[in-house]
């Protein structure tokens, strides 16, 4: 039921956002977001309701640490 | 390749595994304590790839699941009042007493209705003046919020017709409670990615501080999975047992302040019942005084009634870790997710559920 899902966003309007993944666009709630997203980032879906923002700077230091901790090379 | 395609790479699985395999000294026994884990867990093949000494155990991570039967009880009696109920899908098929469920009121003139998000259900009430309309609030820490912030936005609007039946339930008491049980032989604990996302890292310390249990935040990707597991391996290789944020693309370690405040406007924490584990302190949430008007529970006069618990079902023992789901003797034969006796085997972020489609 935690099923949350990254989603593109297209659009702000007030406290509302079009988003879309693989085709399927629709309109989340901005209520519970911390940090206000902009056209073009990923937030992640739960519910009808945009939970938060996805990082990539972090995901990219993740992927880093794994190309360090394990020798291998991904970004 | 996309950036975040890179948590699905085979070739870094595979790495990951050897590690895992290479650098484990004995028995890992894990527990995750989320739906989504669990089936991505199986649906990953990553379960398939572990080899025998890494243990899966699956927890009390599906809200449908551990909504208690006198839970199910009463969104069968408020069926059975002159309102319309809305709902996640997930519930529509759950069991309770003499075997009915919200599909079978609704078949019988109950005016159910499946919505995505509480906003929805929402809106239904504002289409529908003359109507009350009811949503059952089930759910974690990840949905508690969303249901939180409809019921702002209703008393916003003044819109009257609305009500939350709140059964919602939080996953640290619950873990407390768990780990609390001389008879669970849990090592390591994959904490929930999106239950993290709001409430942050610090609620899970106590696992580490007080009980010595490393506990790993994980995204849902085969890699997250994966690297979790890993850290179990180099922790205790090391001596150490910490609670870690290793989903740090979606989870801050303060988690979501503004989130947290709604819903800590909108609810308050109370005792709850969970099935398989009964009462536990503070591991709920109900209305706050302040929303009254939008407590379900109190505009129809309601009380959580004893029923009793379906008969041969053992979904109890296998949301504690006790019991595998293919242990259970109805598993396969008398439950299948077609015809399902207990709630483990109806959601499809059931164990007994994922078992049944995944099994190998």
Known sequence: ?75 | MNLFDNFKDPELCKVLLDRIHSELDGELRFMEVCGTHTVSIFRSGVRSLLSDKVVHLSGPGCPVCVTHDSEVAAFLELAGKNAIITTFGDLMRVPGPDKKSLKSAQAEGARVKIVYSPFDALKIAQDNPGDKVVFLGVGFETTAPAIAATVKVAREQGISNFSVLCFHKLVPPALDALVGDPDLKVQAFLLPGHVSAIIGVEPYRFLAEKHGLPAVVAGFEPVDILQALHLFVTMRGEGRAEVVNAYRRVVSDAGNPKAVSVMNEVFEPADALWRGIGLIPGSGLTVREEYAAFDAMRVFGMELKDVPEIKGCRCGDVLKGKLSPEKCPLFGKACTPAAPVGPCMVSTEGSCAAYYKYRV
């Not at chain 1, 659009?11 to 629709?26: F, L, N, P, W």
Request: proline share 3%.
């Open chain 1, 1 to 75: 039921m935690c099923l949350a899902i990254p989603m593109e966003v297209l659009k702000i309007d007030g406290q509302s956002a079009e988003v879309q993944v693989g085709g399927t666009r629709q309109t989340v709630r901005l209520d519970l977001i911390s940090e206000f997203p902009e056209v073009g980032d990923f937030v992640i879906v739960h519910a009808g309701f945009a939970l938060t923002r996805l990082d990539r700077e972090e995901a990219i230091a993740t992927l880093k640490l794994f190309e360090e901790g394990l020798n291998i090379e991904l970004v």
